[in-house]
């Protein structure tokens, strides 16, 4: 748990020196954009999950609050953020303990993310810098500069270990995205790895290798 801690707090630190960076490259950053793309606490989906967790499901929530809640307050300490934009995504491993699989249909509703984001609505609630709102679908659009910003979790694809890697089927995934509603950029998590493309982002995790990972 103080591993987890450490690195809640490096990842702010890290988005701050990098505001920073862009300003003194001539950049005015005064408005900040930050999903949460889903998978805030790994639940017990698994018997690999039962033995190893540190905590179970709903103390793991607390947690999992408590470090988001010290991220976004050290990016409030920020005098020249004048607004920060928070959705927040539904993700797999957020759905209620027991249910052995994500569900389609009303995912948001039997997700633990929404007990996360009633906590974090309820903490800022006198704060008018920062705004959080629930995804109630698998893809949520984000009006940029006058383009849609897709954020979702991530499973709706597959890669399979494939020779092209994440590449191939995050591209098909898009492409049929697009083909319905298209968006200049789709951030998503879930994958487990930080890669890019010219209008993607598979962000990075925060949870590290395991040995489940090593053999999967």
Same mark, same amino acid.
């Given at each position: 748990?103080?591993?987890?801690?450490?690195?809640?707090?490096?990842?702010?630190?890290?988005?701050?020196?990098?505001?920073?960076? &862009?300003?003194?490259?001539?950049?005015?950053?005064?408005?900040?954009?930050? !999903?949460?793309?889903?998978?805030?606490?790994?639940?017990?989906?698994?018997?690999?999950?039962?033995?190893?967790?540190?905590?179970?499901?709903? !103390?793991?929530?607390?947690?999992?609050?408590?470090?988001?809640?010290?991220?976004?307050?050290?990016?409030?300490?920020? !005098?020249?953020?004048?607004?920060?934009?928070?959705?927040?995504?539904?993700?797999? $491993?957020?759905? &209620?303990?027991?249910?052995?699989?994500?569900? $389609?249909?009303?995912?948001?509703?039997?997700?633990?993310?929404?007990l996360l984001a009633?906590?974090?609505?309820?903490?800022?609630?006198?704060?008018?810098?920062?705004?959080?709102?629930?995804?109630y679908s698998a $893809? $949520?659009?984000?009006?940029?500069?006058?383009?849609?910003?897709?954020?979702?979790?991530?499973?709706?694809?597959?890669?399979?270990?494939g020779v092209g890697?994440?590449?191939?089927?995050?591209?098909?995934?898009?492409?049929?995205?697009?083909?319905?509603? !298209?968006?200049?950029?789709?951030?998503?998590?879930?994958?487990?790895?930080?890669?890019?493309?010219?209008?993607?982002?598979?962000?990075?995790?925060?949870?590290?290798?395991?040995?489940?990972?090593?053999?999967?």
């Amino acid at each position: 748990l103080e591993i987890a801690k450490d690195r809640t707090r490096d990842l702010a630190i890290g988005f701050r020196w990098y505001l920073d960076a &862009m300003r003194s490259a001539g950049y005015a950053i005064r408005q900040a954009f930050c !999903p949460l793309l889903g998978d805030n606490i790994t639940s017990n989906l698994r018997e690999d999950d039962l033995r190893g967790n540190f905590l179970d499901p709903f !103390p793991a929530l607390v947690f999992a609050a408590e470090r988001q809640v010290e991220i976004f307050d050290y990016l409030l300490q920020d !005098p020249t953020i004048e607004s920060i934009f928070v959705p927040i995504i539904v993700g797999n $491993h957020d759905r &209620m303990p027991g249910t052995r699989r994500q569900t $389609h249909t009303n995912r948001t509703n039997r997700s633990l993310c929404y007990l996360l984001a009633d906590r974090l609505n309820s903490y800022y609630r006198d704060e008018p810098r920062i705004a959080f709102e629930l995804a109630y679908s698998a $893809h $949520h659009y984000t009006q940029i500069y006058g383009r849609d910003v897709r954020s979702c979790h991530g499973d709706g694809f597959r890669y399979n270990k494939g020779v092209g890697g994440i590449y191939v089927a995050a591209r098909r995934y898009i492409k049929d995205l697009n083909s319905t509603r !298209p968006a200049a950029l789709t951030v998503f998590g879930h994958h487990h790895q930080f890669k890019r493309d010219r209008d993607w982002i598979s962000n990075g995790s925060l949870i590290g290798y395991s040995e489940y990972a090593a053999n999967n």
